[in-house]
């Protein structure tokens, strides 16, 4: 049993320290397993990685901040240095972060790395799944792990609100008030579960010690739980990769983790912490010391949450003074739980279903380890397309008032205008992107057809003038020519030979979806156009085939 | 006592008492608003100044206040160029023109500050001629305007409660609507804020001695000038505009420079 271990007797010091600790934990054999992983090179690829360098920044800079934030709201009055509050009654929550800010070294400059952190940790969560929807990573095998990056960015959206309400300062306070509105717009129970929560009526005396319990060690936990098992999927489903030459479903091209992407994420993991440090020491983030300690009766203007947040606090400003019934006594307030609670629901029930969605209309249960170029799934693009301007229109009501005094318009248009594109915004984004989506692939069937054209004018010998095209080399035009166009699919009977209606539907939708598509170039035609470059023009207009 | 109870159902026992209700609200509004005006007046402007007011009325505001400042006549709608003048003391003149609000540059949802059309000497003559037309709140005193004397954190208080809705717990300003807005208050002098608070013009409420006394409009003006001097502790204060800035920083600087690096780390393969 030992004969194989004892045989090599290693030569140096270090040598002999390394055998001693891989004889007994087995590192070498780890390291020859994810050492060997091979990750392929796209700049797209690296927000996943920005989102897990963020959260290990969030969690050294929380640590910090845990060392000396107090989560108590007993009432105090302030006698730190910071003049303007002298004397102030407050909470020792929030006389704690002003001490933190302002007393204690390095204080400010954490917090603020902290809350940069933040929203640097829930852009680059938000970024990263935009790049998986756009290239169709989250087909079959990854279904489950996109279902897992969901979980994970409402976990994000969780730590960022449970966060942001811990200073007890005016501004969380109003989106705290906020969200116990909401909560006591919940039809009979509403009100019971504010009571709860705030352990009496609001904003009571518990409020900020059972956030702070949450933000730092539940909503963390179940983050740290999530991406254990996320990266754990991606070890065992390979990365995804872009198409070109050599690159096929049952391979991965690209670089080993050991040793350069090793070297590349560790030194990628100081770039981000370098640039959110610079934000940090040179950007003032929340400055609690301007909004004052929390107190029910004033509300500032100007007063929003966090970007993440804000496309919910859109809707609610969007949402018209409408919807209040009284039902057996009972006030039923659906203006504010509707716009609080339907977008948001509609969103992530899409967002969640999504693969699956795809997977019925298309009825394509293979498994893809190619992604599409955007361009090559206009009806995916187009429908990721809608789904960022419905968020982006909210997103904007949240800054309606700010909009409405740097631009010098009404307050009431910006609304009306946006209520407007609520609805109609995501319709025209489908309409447009797929167009262009299906122009850009037209482009791209031009080019690998024709080359590039380069404008050099040339007179033949019986006088006809031509314009000279370049020909692309192989490894452009594998590019544009290797991609998957799905057809039309009509409805199928089903066994005893009905036509069931959800088959139907299916049916509708996928005509709906790839009614308008290019066809790849065939090889075919693309010998017939290099060969013949003059009379292939008209029949390779023909060649794109229409659904019609 | 007997008396009285014997003619409690008399029938004009009720006028009485309505009478005496009406004369003691009476009294003690009178008493309440004497309060207020006790200090409305305590420049003295010379008849000079008074006439050279006039004439300079006459000549840049009668357009729209009317000759004697007694407003324009209301069109169909209600509309009315402009308000009159009556009562409306030297101070809501010395904000109005002192900071170039007035004369209006063009109609609008509200006017708009822009460089002073008067000369300090000019502004004080048209204060004196429409202080002369009626009582009204005046130009305050030094001593009320003397930022070391006020409490920061006392005004701190009273402008988040009274102030804050409109124009900002960091006093960057706010919108109202209908394209009105309440400005930022950096850059405002100390006299300005208080004429404002004293006669709220434009749309923003009158804050009268009664409601916020004068000494603790020098607190809010000390709160102000404070959080003006101090900066920003943070670094760059990105407008004091909160999360919607802090939000455009990060999705346009801070994501964009880490897809530059991205890009660059990733540059020499595929």
């Not at chain 1, 006030?331 to 967002?351: C, D, E, K, Q, R």
């Not at chain 2, 009317?66 to 003391?89: E, T």
């Not at chain 2, 404002?196 to 409420?205: C, F, H, L, R």
Request: hydrophobic fraction near 45%.
């Amino acid at each position: 049993m030992s004969a194989s271990t004892d045989t090599y007797v290693p030569k140096t010091r270090v040598g002999r320290i390394t055998n001693f600790v891989d004889t007994r934990v087995g590192g070498s054999s780890i390291v020859k397993e994810f050492g060997r992983k091979i990750f392929p090179d796209h700049w797209s690829f690296m927000f996943g990685e920005v989102a897990l360098y963020s959260f290990v920044i969030l969690l050294l800079s929380g640590t910090f901040l845990t060392f000396f934030f107090d989560p108590s709201m007993a009432e105090t009055h302030y006698d730190g240095v910071y003049v303007p509050l002298k004397g102030v009654e407050m909470s020792v929550a929030y006389q704690s972060t002003l001490d933190i800010s302002f007393e204690i070294r390095g204080g400010l400059f954490m917090r603020q790395l902290h809350h940069w952190s933040a929203l640097m940790f829930v852009a680059s969560v938000s970024f990263h799944m935009l790049r998986v929807f756009f290239t169709g990573a989250f087909r079959r095998p990854r279904e489950l792990n996109w279902v897992v990056g969901c979980v994970l960015l409402i976990l994000a959206l969780a730590a960022g609100f449970t966060g942001y309400s811990l200073p007890d300062d005016l501004l969380s306070g109003n989106g705290l008030r906020i969200i116990d509105g909401v909560i006591k717009g919940i039809p009979l129970v509403g009100t019971y579960i504010s009571l709860l929560l705030f352990g009496g009526e609001f904003p009571g005396t518990d409020i900020v010690g059972r956030l702070y319990v949450l933000h730092i060690l539940l909503v963390p936990a179940l983050i740290l739980l999530m991406i254990a098992v996320h990266l754990f999927m991606v070890v065992v489903h390979k990365h995804t990769q872009y198409p070109g030459p050599g690159r096929s479903e049952s391979n991965v091209v690209g670089f080993p983790i050991g040793p350069v992407y090793a070297a590349k994420a560790g030194g990628f993991f100081f770039v981000v912490f370098g640039i959110l440090a610079v934000i940090a020491a040179n950007f003032q983030i929340l400055a609690i010391w301007d909004y004052g300690p929390y107190d029910p009766s004033p509300v500032s203007a100007g007063t929003q949450p966090d970007w993440y947040i804000g496309w919910v606090d859109g809707a609610l400003r969007l949402m018209p003074g409408v919807g209040e019934f009284v039902i057996f006594g009972r006030t039923i307030s659906l203006n504010v739980l509707l716009p609080a609670l339907a977008p948001a629901g509609l969103l992530f029930t899409l967002m969640f279903a999504w693969p699956w969605i795809e997977r019925w209309v298309t009825k394509d249960h293979r498994e893809h380890h190619i992604l599409d170029r955007p361009r090559n799934a206009p009806f995916r693009t187009g429908i990721g397309v809608a789904g960022i301007v419905f968020y982006s229109v909210m997103w904007a009501a949240a800054s309606s008032d700010l909009i409405a005094t740097h631009f010098h318009v009404s307050l009431n248009d910006v609304t009306y205008w946006l209520r407007a594109l609520f609805f109609l915004g995501p319709i025209l984004g489908f309409i447009v992107t797929r167009r262009i989506c299906l122009a850009l692939q037209r482009k791209d069937r031009e080019i690998a057809l024709h080359g590039r054209e380069t404008g050099r004018i040339v007179r033949l010998p019986h006088g006809e003038f031509i314009e000279v095209h370049e020909p692309l080399n192989d490894y452009k035009l594998y590019r544009l020519v290797n991609f998957e166009s799905p057809e039309v699919l009509p409805a199928q009977p089903n066994k005893a030979g009905h036509i069931k209606r959800s088959e139907k539907l299916r049916g509708s939708l996928s005509r709906f979806f790839f009614e308008d598509r290019v066809a790849p170039v065939t090889r075919a035609e693309l010998e017939a156009a290099h060969s013949h470059h003059a009379e292939v023009e008209a029949p390779a207009e023909k060649a794109e085939v229409s659904g019609r | 006592m007997k008396a009285l109870s014997q003619r409690r159902r008399h029938p004009l026992a009720a006028v009485a008492l309505l009478l005496l209700g009406l004369l003691v609200t009476g009294g003690l509004y009178a008493v309440a608003g004497n309060v207020n005006e006790a200090k409305a007046q305590t420049t003295n402007f010379s008849a000079q100044d008074i006439e050279e007011g006039e004439k300079l009325f006459v000549a840049n505001c009668a357009t729209c206040h009317g000759i004697g400042a007694v407003g324009a006549p209301q069109g169909a709608h209600g509309n009315q160029a402009g308000p009159a003048l009556i009562g409306v003391g030297a101070a809501a003149v010395d904000f109005q023109v002192g900071t170039g609000r007035m004369p209006m540059q063009m109609s609008g949802p509200q006017a708009q500050a822009k460089p002073n059309q008067f000369s300090e000497e000019q502004t004080m003559q048209l204060a004196a001629y429409v202080a002369s037309l009626g009582a009204g709140p005046a130009i305050p005193e030094e001593d009320l305007l003397d930022v070391a004397k006020g409490d920061p954190a006392a005004g701190g208080e009273i402008f988040r409660v009274n102030c804050a809705m409109c124009h900002n717990a960091s006093a960057a300003g706010g919108a109202l609507t209908r394209g009105k807005f309440a400005p930022a208050l950096a850059g405002v002098s100390e006299a300005h804020i208080y004429e404002a608070m004293a006669t709220g013009p434009q749309n923003m409420p009158v804050f009268s001695d009664a409601n916020i006394s004068p000494e603790e409009k020098r607190d809010v003006i000390a709160f102000l000038k404070t959080i003006e001097e101090q900066g920003s502790p943070g670094g760059f204060s990105l407008g004091s505009l909160g999360p919607v800035s802090e939000g455009l920083l990060m999705w346009t600087a801070g994501l964009g420079i880490v897809i530059a690096f991205t890009i660059w780390l990733t540059q020499r393969s595929s």
